[in-house]
């Protein structure tokens, strides 16, 4: 911990926190509770995405009540499994705090050094110089090691949201230098791919519904699906380059969509109709209506 973090800040006791930690130590011990005590790091790995997911939307819903609760829940697999790596003889909940303070003091120069940063993106830049250098700093020591050095995209899950994925991959790739001068360079990227898109697209065999059909050539399928990609991943870089969250922009698109088509059912039941028995033009004129609404 740095001079000025023991200087400017008093640390505060959190004796809620070890209760808790003791509490879960308790349910692990011999005498405690058998479904506890056969849990493995494994065995409780999906809870810990879940309960992230549930969290977001506590947040999302804005449920001060509802985000407490779903934050106890995420807290809660985060201690169990720090405890079931105590009882293994791995790390402790200890370890764990130590380790993540540290890094949050290493990735904030500009608060605990003599880095300077004027606002929240250049907080982020900063933010990928440290991990790079951190990332240089562990190839060196397993090279010393005889160890093969991880990639530099190894550290981005592949069992992330494929949007989230695409914009930590763009952001690791454009620290180590691989990066356009500016959004309008990603803007021409983009253009470049819709085209690509639309010509795989033009070349492929199709349905009589336009779509394209994937048992006469497969291969076709898979160009178009790989064209789609490469035009998302751009749209991701210009979102990352806008200083903008493509996985979040994307769920408010959805939740805008959610509000504004619930408002149509309810319109088209007020009439005592269901929304699949209006035309087209009166499916738009709802929409127009809900838009107008929600602006």
Same mark, same amino acid.
């Given at each position: 911990m740095?001079?000025? !973090?023991?200087?400017?800040?008093?640390?505060?006791?959190?004796?809620?926190?070890?209760?808790?930690?003791?509490?879960?130590?308790?349910?692990r011990a011999p005498d405690g509770c058998p479904w506890d005590r056969e849990q493995t790091h494994q065995s409780i790995s999906s809870n810990m995405i879940e309960e992230a997911y549930e969290a977001v939307d506590a947040i999302e819903s804005q449920s001060v009540q509802h985000l407490r609760e779903e934050l106890g829940d995420v807290l809660l697999q @985060?201690?169990?499994?720090?405890?079931?790596?105590?009882d293994a003889g791995e790390f402790t909940i200890d370890d764990v705090c130590r380790d993540i303070n540290e890094k949050m003091v290493r990735r904030h120069p500009h608060v605990f050094g003599e880095?300077?940063?004027?606002?929240?993106?250049? @907080?982020?830049? !900063?933010?990928?110089q440290v991990k790079m250098a951190e990332k240089q700093a562990a190839d060196s020591a397993a090279e010393a090691d005889a160890d093969e050095p991880e990639g530099l995209l190894d550290g981005v899950p592949k069992s992330f949201p494929a949007l989230m994925q695409a914009q930590k991959i763009s952001r690791k790739a454009a620290a180590a230098g691989f990066e356009w001068e500016s959004v309008d360079g990603v803007w021409e990227k983009v253009a470049e791919e819709v085209a690509e898109l639309r010509e795989?697209?033009?070349?492929?065999? *199709?349905?009589?519904?336009?779509?394209?059909?994937?048992?006469?050539?497969?291969?076709? *399928?898979?160009?178009?699906?790989?064209?789609?990609?490469?035009? !998302?991943?751009?749209?991701?870089?210009?979102?990352?380059?806008?200083? @903008?969250?493509?996985?979040?922009?994307?769920?408010?698109?959805?939740?805008?969509?959610?509000?504004?088509w619930a408002f149509m059912e309810g319109a088209a039941a007020g009439q005592d109709r269901r929304i699949e028995d209006l035309s087209t033009e009166e499916m738009e004129e709802l929409w127009a209506m809900a838009k107008m609404l929600q602006g």
């Amino acid at each position: 911990m740095t001079e000025k !973090l023991v200087a400017e800040v008093v640390a505060t006791d959190h004796p809620s926190f070890n209760d808790f930690v003791a509490t879960i130590e308790a349910l692990r011990a011999p005498d405690g509770c058998p479904w506890d005590r056969e849990q493995t790091h494994q065995s409780i790995s999906s809870n810990m995405i879940e309960e992230a997911y549930e969290a977001v939307d506590a947040i999302e819903s804005q449920s001060v009540q509802h985000l407490r609760e779903e934050l106890g829940d995420v807290l809660l697999q @985060v201690v169990l499994q720090s405890q079931i790596a105590a009882d293994a003889g791995e790390f402790t909940i200890d370890d764990v705090c130590r380790d993540i303070n540290e890094k949050m003091v290493r990735r904030h120069p500009h608060v605990f050094g003599e880095a300077q940063a004027a606002d929240a993106n250049e @907080v982020l830049d !900063l933010w990928d110089q440290v991990k790079m250098a951190e990332k240089q700093a562990a190839d060196s020591a397993a090279e010393a090691d005889a160890d093969e050095p991880e990639g530099l995209l190894d550290g981005v899950p592949k069992s992330f949201p494929a949007l989230m994925q695409a914009q930590k991959i763009s952001r690791k790739a454009a620290a180590a230098g691989f990066e356009w001068e500016s959004v309008d360079g990603v803007w021409e990227k983009v253009a470049e791919e819709v085209a690509e898109l639309r010509e795989a697209y033009a070349a492929a065999p *199709k349905s009589s519904n336009g779509k394209v059909d994937g048992d006469a050539d497969p291969a076709a *399928k898979q160009a178009v699906a790989l064209e789609f990609g490469d035009v !998302l991943f751009s749209l991701v870089n210009v979102a990352r380059k806008m200083g @903008v969250n493509a996985e979040e922009s994307l769920r408010l698109t959805c939740a805008k969509f959610r509000t504004r088509w619930a408002f149509m059912e309810g319109a088209a039941a007020g009439q005592d109709r269901r929304i699949e028995d209006l035309s087209t033009e009166e499916m738009e004129e709802l929409w127009a209506m809900a838009k107008m609404l929600q602006g």
